[in-house]
């Protein structure tokens, strides 16, 4: 079985390639903003969709369309939380962020582009059309009101809130900003396959609400070379984290704890799911 970071890259080179094959004949500013968004990211959603659906029997030529759709919804949303409106960060990746390299306007269709994209790249998957349907459902609840965008609401709304939030509204803040489109990515392989999925989403859950916490972690100790990003930008906004709130050692024991639930979580899949654990551990103690 392959190792974990040899998964990684493979999901990366799956994804670009998905990507490439995508915009051929497509020329333009519009192009070239799309595929620097995408490029240089961990593909850590692709590689879960890749991942789960690997384990369910189902292979990369039809999981490889839903591995792209993940990775495109995702640059979108760092398009758009980059922003000046948003974030204002001009850093992404190591690199300047889109609407730095080019200006606000292609920046925001850049990521009009690339949430559609994501959508077109589900809706042309091979498989039957009730898998699909349900696969664009979920995505798009995953992605909407009910989970990424509803939760970069609450994010919005707390900044200028008389009180910070206290830590079930910051885990409820994150389980739609950060862990819906985790968890989607966990789900999609059993779905593909029309597979019970209840095991696939508690590790979800798990995972991505240890990523939040480790970039929560980061925001205070990490490298802002090594991320590449800016950093230490929470605490200068008196924004409530796992990390404020529960104090460094513990958010790093919780961290440990999500771990530990996820792998758990994973029990049915006996040693078949050891690389999707190795993932969870990375998860919790990366360094970008």
């Not at 994501?118 to 909407?144: N, V």
């Not at 707390?158 to 079930?168: I, V």
């Not at 885990?171 to 019970?196: E, F, N, Y």
């Amino acid at each position: 079985m392959a190792s974990f970071s040899a998964s990684l890259s493979n999901a990366q080179t799956i994804v670009n390639a998905r990507m490439v094959d995508t915009m051929e004949g497509r020329d333009g500013v519009l192009k070239d903003a799309m595929l620097y968004a995408l490029a240089g990211g961990k593909c850590l959603r692709g590689f879960l969709v890749l991942e789960s659906a690997r384990m369910h029997g189902i292979g990369r030529d039809v999981a490889g369309d839903a591995a792209l759709a993940i990775e495109a919804l995702h640059a979108y949303s760092l398009i758009h939380d980059d922003l000046p409106c948003m974030d204002d960060d001009d850093l992404r990746r190591g690199k300047p962020t889109v609407h730095r390299q080019w200006d606000e306007a292609i920046a925001v269709l850049a990521g009009d582009a690339l949430q559609t994209l994501a959508f077109e790249a589900l809706a042309g998957m091979g498989c039957d059309d009730k898998t699909k349907i349900q696969l664009i459902g979920t995505f798009a609840r995953a992605s909407g009101m009910q989970g990424m965008i509803g939760g970069q609401m609450m994010d919005i709304a707390a900044e200028s809130a008389t009180t910070p939030l206290t830590l079930d509204q910051i885990t409820r803040l994150q389980a739609g900003k950060t862990g819906a489109l985790i968890t989607w990515s966990c789900t999609a392989g059993p779905v593909m396959a029309s597979a019970d999925a209840e095991a696939m989403r508690r590790y979800g859950a798990a995972l991505g609400l240890a990523f939040q916490i480790a970039d929560d972690i980061l925001d205070v100790e990490g490298d802002a070379f090594a991320v590449g990003k800016a950093l230490r930008k929470d605490a200068a906004a008196g924004k409530a984290t796992f990390v404020s709130l529960l104090g460094m050692e513990a958010a790093k024991h919780r961290a440990a704890q999500l771990v530990e639930s996820a792998c758990d979580a994973l029990h049915p899949y006996g040693k078949d799911a050891e690389i999707l654990r190795e993932a969870a551990r990375f998860v919790a103690t990366r360094k970008k």
